[in-house]
């Protein structure tokens, strides 16, 4: 009867070992794709955040293009205008 009962804790106990087992890598699994997701839902923001900025930093650089064509075009102007002021002082000077 000794051996029965020594072999029924026995029996037991193996069944609530691999039991606690299965359950600790069963937890460690879920536990380990949580962090998996939100690792990874980190990275997403953070690549978000990164083409955000890309974004904004093109349309920054398209205002500055528009802007530098803006002045190119106004110091044209302003080139042609001072042509055309010193050809009038030139001629000015020449019918005093």
Known sequence: MTIEVALLIS?????FGIY??????????KTDAKQDASELTTVI???????????EIKAEMT?????????????????????QAHKRLDNIELYK
Do not use: C, F, W, Y
């Open 11 to 15: 029996g037991v106990s193996l069944a």
């Open 63 to 83: 205002n500055v293009k528009n802007d530098i064509k803006d002045d190119r075009e106004r110091i044209i102007r302003l080139e042609e205008s001072a042509k």
């Open 45 to 55: 923001v953070k690549l978000e955040n990164i083409g955000n900025g890309i974004t």
């Open 20 to 29: 606690t087992g299965i359950a600790a890598i069963k937890r460690n699994q």
